[in-house]
Structures are given as C-alpha cells and as structure tokens.
C-alpha cells in the first residue's frame, strides 16, 4: 500500500499538467522568468520581485525533495518486497494432505488423503475407513466430478519426518 501510495505521489509530481510542464518545471520556469524580468516588473508593480522570486524557488526545492525522497523510498520498498522472500525461494515443500469434498454447498460428503512420510504411502480416511491408495487417485484430474479437493496442506520437506505424525490406524 505504501508503495502505492509512493507511486501516486511520484506521478502526482512529475505528471505534465501544465502546458506540458510538471510542477516543478513549471516553477523553474516561472522563477527565471520573472529573474530575466525583474526590472520591468519592479518599475510596473512598483515592488520588489526578489521575495516572490524566493517563495517560489522554495517551493520548487522543496517539491524537488519531495519527489527525490518518494523515488529514493520507492526503492527501498521495492528492495524490501523482493527479498522478502529470497530465501523462502530455495525452500522446499511437500504436500502432507488433500481435503475433498464431494456433492454441493449445502450437503456432501468429506474425506481426506493423508501421506505418510515415514511409510512413503498415501492414506485415505473416509469415515470410518482408513484405506492405503496411489498417488494416482489423490491426484486425479476431478473436472466434471462433484468430488473437489478445497484445502491443501504443505510441510517442509527437510522438517517433514519431524513435524508429522500421521495418524495410526489399522486398514
């Protein structure tokens, strides 16, 4: 969200809205202006220029800090974003068990497959029902059926034999 923020404002700031000019620009061009001018502009306002000079060059530093800042953030951000995972990249992860529901919304029937990493096998438990099966059928291709995996359990696969103790029960 920050960097979107960041990008807008970048935009906001170099966008051309004036006569093709950004706002900065813009006020450069205003403040060499009135420098080449002052004379003339001082003997038919009968005032000094050089305040109004200075507000807006102000002006135009301080939206050139504003710009230079969003930039200089917006690559921080866009560091940060991307090695945020740099070392999730390497990781690997097994899939540990397949939730599958078949029939509609409102009524259905559920079961899960579960692997065993210490026996190397595939578990379905279906009621009461434990039953070993090929990792054929957990994977199966369900288009057109009722029956849909919805839910997906990773583990990772170096912590795998650790981690998971699949549920023992005779078949």
């Known amino acids: 969200q920050q960097l979107e923020l960041l990008t807008e404002k970048v935009k906001e700031l170099t ?4 006569n093709g000019l950004s706002s900065v620009e813009l006020l450069n061009h ?20 050089d305040v109004n000079i200075s507000c807006i060059s102000k002006e135009a530093s301080k939206l050139r800090r504003d710009l230079s800042d969003a930039e200089s953030l917006i690559g921080i951000q866009k560091d940060k974003l991307q090695s945020q995972f740099r070392d999730l990249r390497e990781c690997a992860y097994r899939i540990h068990a397949v939730f599958v529901h078949s029939g509609q919304a409102s009524f259905g029937h559920y ?25 054929s059928e957990v994977f199966a291709d369900t288009t057109g059926s009722t029956a849909n995996p919805y ?13 998971v103790n699949t549920v023992c029960r005779r078949y």
């Open 111 to 135: 079961w899960v497959y579960i692997y065993d990493f210490e026996n190397e096998r595939w578990l379905k438990y279906n009621d009461s029902y434990v039953s070993e099966v090929r990792e």
């Open 30 to 49: 205003t403040t060499d202006f009135l420098n080449q001018h002052k004379g003339d502009i001082e003997s038919i306002l009968g005032e000094e220029v």
């Open 151 to 163: 839910c997906m359990v990773y583990v990772r696969a170096k912590d795998a034999k650790e981690i």
């Open 15 to 18: 966008e051309r809205k004036f």
